[in-house]
């Protein structure tokens, strides 16, 4: 007689309880965690009920959307037309109306760039030598060059002038910092001493300070037939500025690398000097991409500073603009726009700051 195998059957798995699935439980577990996260949640529960519907009512509900100051004082919201109004100079500052198209051209490269770096589309020695190019083109098609009519830099202003020294200062801080970082780490007594005296010095000094005697001092110390213009000088002095801050927080990636990187490669027969360029240095970088990501945010804020030497950035023109006595009473308006600005370019560089970790450390582990 042939026996029947018996095959096992498992049980069907259970379904989780309610209390752990769903809205509820995302609920209890996010907000309503203990008597300490119930408090703080209705209090900030409260806080939104109140601040949120009149916030929407000032900002669309009443809002003017078309018409003038008069139609905008009628409706007692907030004056949108005052914004389209005052786009230009916003955007541009006093730089000649006619000749906008050539800003313009710069911007869309710079997007173009961006986008191509965002999506990895460019990379490599190409990428790049594209970003170094990009701030030159920009000075060209702005400042004008090659037969086309040139645009006094007094007359540079808004978010052109804003992004251009942010660029420019990324872009040539950034080099300079590994720079100071490697001559503070691996350099000699004298090169050690002097990069650490800069640094130190830079970063004790607030940067309006520094702003100031950019734009005052310097000229008396330089001689009489050599000029350099006010731009230029606020320019050297935060690329100056941002590199110290960039020098130390490169030189934290370096400390992070063990000895053994160095030691492994220059046994191998690598030269210090590749070993540094194409081993720790790369490494490092990866090490310290937030706190870097964070100097270049931190930068291009800084560069709501230079009204105080009488340059006319985004933020001055914002100032200005709510001067207009056609327009009087409506600088909330202008200080929205310029948050929002600010806020979508700081978090559009967060946001690739989080990709490039995402391709770095982070991917090889997962």
Same mark, same amino acid.
């Given at each position: ?218 000229? &008396? %110390?330089?001689?009489?037939? +050599? $000029? #350099?213009?006010?731009? *230029?000088?606020?320019?050297?002095? !935060? =690329?100056?500025?941002? @590199? ?54 931190? &930068? %291009?804020?800084?560069?709501? +500073? $230079? #009204?105080?030497?009488? *340059?006319?950035?985004?933020?001055? !023109? =914002?100032?200005?603009? @709510? ?44």
């Amino acid at each position: 007689m042939t026996v029947e195998p018996i095959i096992f059957q498992p049980t069907p798995a259970s379904p989780a309880p309610s209390s752990k699935v769903g809205a509820v439980a995302w609920l209890r577990a996010n907000l309503f965690g203990g008597w300490k996260d119930t408090v703080v949640t209705i209090a900030l529960l409260a806080i939104l009920l109140v601040t949120v519907p009149k916030l929407i009512g000032w900002m669309f509900v009443r809002a003017t959307f078309l018409g003038d100051a008069d139609a905008c004082r009628l409706a007692g919201g907030a004056c949108w037309p005052f914004i389209v109004d005052k786009f230009n100079v916003l955007m541009l500052g006093v730089y000649p109306q006619e000749l906008g198209w050539r800003p313009g051209i710069a911007a869309i490269a710079l997007i173009v760039l961006a986008a191509l770096t965002y999506t990895n589309r460019m990379r490599g020695i190409v990428l790049i030598v594209a970003w170094a190019i990009l701030p030159f083109f920009a000075l060209i098609m702005i400042g004008g060059a090659f037969g086309m009519r040139e645009v006094d830099q007094s007359l540079w202003g808004g978010l052109m002038l804003s992004i251009l020294l942010a660029l420019v200062g990324v872009i040539v801080s950034i080099p300079l910092g590994v720079m100071l970082a490697l001559g503070r780490y691996y350099g000699s007594p004298v090169v050690k001493s002097l990069c650490i005296a800069f640094i130190e010095l830079l970063r004790g000094v607030p940067l309006i300070t520094i702003l100031f005697m950019a734009s005052v001092m310097m000229p &008396l %110390f330089l001689p009489p037939d +050599l $000029v #350099i213009n006010n731009l *230029l000088r606020i320019q050297i002095a !935060m =690329i100056l500025f941002s @590199a110290a801050y960039m020098a130390e927080v490169v030189r934290g990636g370096l400390q992070a690398i063990p000895a053994g990187q160095t030691e492994a490669s220059l046994a191998l027969g690598v030269t210090r000097r590749h070993t540094i360029a194409f081993v720790i240095v790369p490494q490092a970088l990866r090490h310290v991409l937030p706190p870097l990501i964070g100097r270049c945010i931190a &930068l %291009f804020k800084d560069t709501s +500073l $230079v #009204i105080i030497v009488g *340059l006319l950035d985004f933020l001055g !023109m =914002i100032k200005n603009a @709510a001067l207009d006595t056609s327009w009087l009473g409506f600088q909330a308006e202008a200080y929205v726009f310029a948050a929002v600005v600010y806020w979508s370019i700081c978090y559009s560089l967060s946001l690739y700051g989080r990709e490039l970790e995402r391709r770095g450390p982070s991917a090889q582990k997962r």
